[in-house]
């Protein structure tokens, strides 16, 4: 049996390059050649853990995927040999592919069992870059948080945090035709990048009151019983920081009906007056992963692959993939890491 190497958690803040079989289709079956993978911050949390279970010491990396059809079965509709595809590892028969599953991306070949055109993969055009095209899954889990919102066009929104997911979220919501959106962070650098893929504004929320700017942003939201300061008139928030600071930011500005949604990980507990949030009747939105989004996003990606490709921050060869995950898992160092594998 021909074997192959792949990234593996092996112990609490160990990963190793291992060899593990190469794997083997048949005939419901397509078998991808990864053309590059994405770093996730999960990937650096499963590290910590020393993988995650069924797997815990021996948990496959890299979830972020996308490559090219070497193998396609003879049941298997709507693939054939050369294909670019992005994949959903959530659909994975044999566990979430880089997540716990049999399979990880940082691999030369992943094998799609049971394989369905939509469900488990999509077919995209040979002009888009792989590196690019590996941005599907986590813009995936951006515009799960969009839809979560309940964004629409007209409405004014904010995004915490410039990273990779906060930078989706951005393209998300400019898609769905928000006509202002606002991003905050404290780092000049990505709200440059906020601003050239396609922020209508940027606030640095280190040098800037908040607030002041909301109001001169979004304008001033009408007086409600209860509430008796000036209030900007933002409908959506969403938090891509996972910072305390940013739900307590937004409980000291909110308008009264306006929507946070959250699908940034908080390490620390975030106290919560909800006494004095009565009157705002704000809807709080826990969103997490892309139950149907994984393909919905794929359209927007597309067809404006060049603004995805500004979230791209440092690229790396599969050679130097332990390099790639200690400078993904450094704060400040980078904000979105992309493996190639040739």
């Known amino acids: 049996m021909t074997a192959m190497k792949s990234v593996m958690v092996t112990a609490p803040n160990t990963t190793e390059i291992v060899e593990v079989p190469e794997p083997t289709a048949g005939p419901r079956d397509v078998l ?10 999960s990937d650096h949390m499963y590290t910590m853990y020393g993988g995650i279970p069924p797997r815990q010491g021996a948990t496959p990396l890299g979830h972020e995927p996308a490559g090219e059809v070497v193998y396609v079965g003879d049941e298997v509709r709507g693939a054939q040999v050369g294909d670019h595809v992005v994949i959903n590892p959530m659909a994975a028969s044999d566990g979430i592919i880089g997540s ?3 399979q990880g991306a940082f691999s030369p070949f992943v094998v799609l069992f049971d394989a369905v055109a939509g469900t488990h993969f999509r077919v995209i055009p040979d002009e ?18 969009v839809n979560r919102s309940g964004a629409k066009s007209g409405e004014k929104a904010v995004v915490f945090g410039a990273g990779p997911i906060g930078l989706g979220a951005l393209l998300s919501l400019k ?12 780092l000049p650098t990505r709200l440059e990048k906020a601003l050239a ?40 928030y969403l938090d ?9 930011t937004v409980f000291g ?38 139950p149907t989004e994984i393909f919905e996003v794929t359209d927007d990606l597309i067809a404006n692959w060049r ?19 200690e400078v993904a898992a450094t704060p400040g160092a980078a904000d979105k890491v992309m493996v190639t594998l040739d």
């Open 128 to 145: 888009i870059p792989f590196e690019v095209a590996a941005l599907n899954e986590p813009m995936a889990v951006a515009r799960h948080a």
């Open 175 to 186: 898609a769905k035709g928000v006509e202002h959106v606002v991003v905050i962070d404290i």
């Open 100 to 102: 716990g599953g049999a």
């Open 307 to 325: 603004k995805y490709q500004l979230i791209i921050s440092d690229r790396f060869d599969i050679a130097d993939v332990q390099r790639a995950l």
């Open 197 to 236: 893929i396609g922020a209508d504004a940027v606030i640095n929320s280190a040098e800037e009151d908040v607030k002041a700017r909301l109001i001169e942003l979004h304008g001033e939201a009408p007086p409600v019983i209860g509430i008796r300061d000036a209030r900007p008139a933002t409908d959506v």
């Open 240 to 248: 891509a920081a996972g910072a305390p600071v940013v739900p307590t």
């Open 32 to 41: 991808v050649r990864i053309r590059a993978c994405g770093i996730c911050g």
């Open 253 to 290: 500005l909110v308008k009264q009906g306006a929507r946070l949604v959250i699908p940034a990980v908080h390490k620390k507990p975030v106290e919560v007056d909800f006494g004095g949030l009565l009157t705002t009747e704000i809807s709080i939105i826990m969103s997490m992963g892309y």
